[in-house]
């Protein structure tokens, strides 16, 4: 069945250090990657999306790379703040239908070391 | 910012109980879903709806369950005979109509004893 994955339960980098989380998807109808930071009690929040025409996107401090042959998707934190502490989340969007339903992966903690 | 409100924020309830879990979408959004988070996992689609019907919901969303958006700010969802299994974070999300990006409210947390 369809599922999007993610490699690491989780992930401890040094403040100021750069983070790479990465996250495996299985639907190839999946046209749109999205994302999302969830700190503890709270909903998710959007970081940034990427769709399947592109191979990397740029934020101000994350990138998201897309490589659709081996369907891997990551997300890179530039110079890790304390406050990148959470937990993230890539999700995918099938192409058909169009509903927005997003399939969620399983969750990557981000711990920052001071 | 516009946000997606979410009440109440915790919910206490007996087994075999009814609740409705309310959520105010964004207000110009016309796509709306509900997700739920079990503790300690991913978070799981429910139910997307649009156009005042449900446009697709996942072999979670079984009969118990049922979404209403009762007025023009209001989207609910009611699960009518509560099971210990459905404790839970409940996110309702929304979003607009030239966007894919789903905005996602703070969550209720259903507690089912």
């Known amino acids: 069945g369809e599922s999007v994955g993610l490699h690491l339960p989780t992930l401890s980098v040094q403040e100021g250090d750069n983070s790479i989380i990465n996250c495996a998807y299985s639907n190839s109808a999946s046209d749109y990657f999205i994302w999302y930071k969830q700190e503890s009690g709270k909903g998710p929040q959007f970081i940034i999306d990427i769709r399947s025409n592109m191979d990397k996107r740029q934020g101000q401090r994350v990138t998201v790379l897309l490589n659709k042959t081996v369907k891997h998707l990551s997300l890179q934190i530039a110079a890790t703040q304390p406050g990148d502490s959470a937990v993230y989340f890539c999700a995918e969007s099938p192409g058909s239908g169009n509903t927005g339903k997003l399939i969620f992966g399983q969750g990557t903690t981000l711990q920052v070391k001071p | 910012e516009p946000e997606v409100t979410q009440t109440p924020s915790h919910q206490v309830t007996q087994m075999g109980q009814e609740v409705i879990l309310r959520c105010v979408p964004i207000?110009?959004?016309?796509?709306f879903y509900w997700y739920r988070q079990i503790l300690g996992q991913k978070v799981e689609f429910l139910v997307s709806f649009y156009n005042n019907e449900i446009s697709e919901k996942s072999e979670i969303f079984d009969d118990q369950f049922s979404v209403e958006r009762p007025d023009g700010s209001n989207f609910t969802l009611k699960i009518r005979s509560t099971k210990l299994e459905d404790s839970a974070m409940y996110f309702c999300?929304?979003?607009?109509?030239?966007?894919?990006?789903?905005?996602f409210g703070q969550g209720t947390r259903l507690t089912v004893v």
């Open positions: 207000s110009n959004h016309l796509y």
């Open positions: 999300a929304s979003r607009g109509n030239s966007g894919r990006v789903g905005i």
